[in-house]
């Protein structure tokens, strides 16, 4: 099962070395990592996406959550959540192919960063299904010069933060 797991780690030189060491010591693969710093300069907010048993994961967070570094961990997908990813995708068009970029950016909501005749970049945020839709359909109507995805970002629904999460399931370690 996938599994994207929210962790608020000590912002400090090595805490994510040795938080995503943790899983490849364990043998599992990151399929997506997003770190960014929060409201407190001293902890960053790491968002993961791993596969694995719910009990597999279960444990691998346990063992998470013994590291010094971590101060929370959320596993989004036991709950209600809103999941969503950044795509920047630059085309270069055969002539043409412009008038195709303009009705893809509408059908999918995306933005127009850069545009020029034979070449143009193009923004999309949204679920993974429609970000992988959007580059499938892109590539479609030009040649993938470059794709950047952000990887996984995701916020429980309703009033469940990071915080309020802890105080009802105390780390372990």
Do not use: W
């Amino acid at each position: 099962m996938r599994h994207v797991i929210a962790v608020l780690l000590q912002n400090e030189v090595g805490a994510l070395t040795r938080m995503t060491g943790l899983f490849s010591t364990r043998g599992y693969n990151i399929d997506s990592l997003n770190v960014a710093p929060t409201d407190d300069p001293a902890v960053s907010r790491v968002t993961l996406v791993i596969e694995g048993s719910d009990a597999a994961i279960a444990q691998l967070n346990t063992q998470l959550a013994k590291l010094v570094d971590v101060v929370n961990i959320h596993d989004m997908t036991l709950g209600e959540h809103f999941e969503r990813e950044l795509a920047i995708v630059k085309l270069k068009l055969a002539p043409g192919g412009y008038e195709q970029v303009l009705r893809l950016a509408a059908d999918f909501g995306a933005e127009i960063l850069d545009d020029a005749e034979n070449s143009c970049t193009i923004q999309l945020t949204g679920g993974l299904a429609k970000v992988d839709a959007f580059v499938r359909d892109a590539a479609r109507i030009g040649t993938l010069a470059a794709v950047a995805r952000s990887g996984s970002v995701a916020v429980s629904k309703g009033e469940v933060t990071l915080s309020s999460y802890a105080r009802v399931h105390r780390l372990s370690g």
